[in-house]
Nanobody, 120 residues
Framework: VQLQASGGGLVQPGGSLRLSCAASGSGVTSSRLGWYRRAPGNQRELVATITSGGTTNYADAVQGRFTISRDSRDNAKNMVYLQMDSLKPEDTAVYYC????????????WGQGTLVTVSS
């Protein structure tokens, strides 16, 4: 399984950014895809997840500002997106995409991370 994240960058407070992650490999289509982040000095934390059926879950800190979506029409490559609006300086972090299947032992894969910096 491979995950390739992109779309990070520098944005001003109140601005928007869209992250993308291309996920490929066995079982990706049926896995839960998600975004996590790690801010400087902090542990990695959940941002949002989306199941294969489209059920979403958000961290309280991003609820109402971020939107996760996925495109699984291509079995060879699934895409997961994170639309981030009304960005705040505290959203500054390295964002990681994740593919996980709780019914398959050890099925928990991470992308390389993409840096989002919110600053004026």
């Amino acid at each position: 399984v491979q995950l390739q994240a992109s779309g990070g960058g520098l944005v001003q407070p109140g601005g928007s950014l869209r992250l993308s992650c291309a996920a490929s490999g066995s079982g990706v289509t049926s896995s839960r895809l998600g975004w996590y982040r790690r801010a400087p000095g902090n542990q990695r934390e959940l941002v949002a997840t989306i199941t294969s059926g489209g059920t979403t879950n958000y961290a309280d800190a991003v609820q109402g500002r971020f939107t996760i979506s996925r495109d699984s029409r291509d079995n060879a490559k699934n895409m997961v997106y994170l639309q981030m609006d009304s960005l705040k300086p505290e959203d500054t972090a390295v964002y990681y995409c994740n593919a996980r299947n709780l019914f398959r032992s050890g099925y928990n894969f991470w992308g390389q991370g993409t840096l989002v910096t919110v600053s004026s």
